[in-house]
Structures are given as structure tokens and as C-alpha cells.
């Protein structure tokens, strides 16, 4: 792809490299994903920045290196089924769509779900499937998946997600309180899953049905 946003999009690269990431395939795909397309007009200049930006509705795209550090994490085979748990602008289920076979992503708040949905189709990327609704529920009728993603911070691990993974299949999610998570990642082997924590992250809230009266309307 070659357009004005070659050089941030190339700055964006270095500052991944830098930060560690060395995997070839989450790099490419982080390279063909138009991150400014994702953004509010009025911060398209900060698109390619390392940081998370606001989206609206008081959500926000994630930092590029978080996404491709999850991304990394889940491991994903160029077969894989993979469920995002909030979609948000749409930019991490493009850059997964890149990765994998099929792609489902799912987001509690519906103007959020239909403005990702638009974007990635005019992006190319129409074979992700954005559903509107709750994300801690999965998403049964494609399930088992081999990669669940969960881009909102849970204290606990929701069951439904665990029971929605395939065998061998990985689950990366910020666990923690509100302030402070860490980004963990559970491999499931049959009836029992390991568990391995790594950075200390900070993500918005994942929404279970019964917080409603906090989270956005
Ligand atoms: N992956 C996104 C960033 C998402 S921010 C991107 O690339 O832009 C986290 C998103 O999770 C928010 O849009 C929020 O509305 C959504 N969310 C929070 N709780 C949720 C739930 N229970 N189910 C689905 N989505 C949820």
C-alpha cells in the first residue's frame, strides 16, 4: 500500500521493532492495516503514534503495541476461527483478519458496532463478522474458536469464553481490577487451561450486563 501515511505507518513499524516485536507475520500485518481509517478525523494525524486514541463514547482504539502484542500472544495459524471480544473502531479485528481464517467480533455498544462494521467493509475486510451485543456471553454459534482476544479489563475470567475455546486454543485478556491489569494468557488442554501473566496493562472496562448503570448508554 502506498499513500501519505507511508512514512508514520513506516515510524509505527520501528517503534513496534524497538518495543521487541520481532514476529514477521503480526508485523506485516500491522504494516497492511490502515490504523487512520480506524480514528476520528480530527486525530488522524495521530493514528500511527503509539498511543491509544479516543474513538467516542468514551472508548478508545488500543496503542498499536498492545495490539500487536496480543496479537502475538494468541499465536494464530493462517486456518484459525478467532473471536474479538469489543470491537471498538474495528482496527485489532482487521489486523486479526489478516491473521486468520475467520474472524468474529463482538461489541456492546451498537453505534460503535455499525460504524466498525461500515469501516471494515469499505476497508475490504467485510468477511469479519461484527456482532452487537455482550461480549462476556462469546459468541456460541461459531464457536470453538482457537483464539479469543478480549480487549476491555475483566477481574475474572468469563466462563463462556473459556467454554468457547477449542482445544489447544488461546484466550488473551487484561485480568485485573479497574487501575491495573495484567495482560494473561490461557491455553486450554481438555478440561484444564495453563496460565501465563505478562505486562502490566490498562485497559477501559469490559461491561457485564449487570454494571449497565455505569458503563456508557
Ligand atoms: N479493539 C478495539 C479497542 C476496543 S476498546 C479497537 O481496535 O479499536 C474496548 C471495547 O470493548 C469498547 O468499544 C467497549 O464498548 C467494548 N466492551 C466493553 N464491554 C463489552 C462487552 N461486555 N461486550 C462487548 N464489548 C464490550
Known sequence: MSD???????????????HGMANPRVLSAMAAVPRHCFVPEDLQQQA?????????????ISQPLMVARMVELLE???????LEVGTGSGYAAAVL???AAEVVSIERIPSLANRARATLAELGYGRVQVVAGDGTQGYAPAAPYQGIIVAAATAE???ALVE????????????GPPNLQRLTRLIRHGDTCTREVFDAV??????????????PT
Open 202 to 215: 490498562i485497559f477501559v472496562p469490559l461491561i457485564a450486563p449487570s454494571d449497565h448503570d455505569n458503563g
Open 48 to 60: 500511527y503514534a503509539d498511543r491509544a486514541l479516543p474513538i467516542g463514547e468514551r472508548q478508545t
Open 76 to 82: 494464530l495459524t493462517a486456518n484459525a476461527r478467532v
Open 157 to 159: 475470567v468469563p466462563p
Open 97 to 99: 483478519a489478516q491473521l
Open 4 to 18: 501519505n501515511w507511508d512514512v508514520p505507518r513506516r515510524r509505527m513499524l520501528e517503534t513496534l521493532r524497538d
Open 164 to 175: 468457547q475455546l477449542a482445544d489447544g486454543g488461546r484466550l488473551v485478556l487484561p485480568l
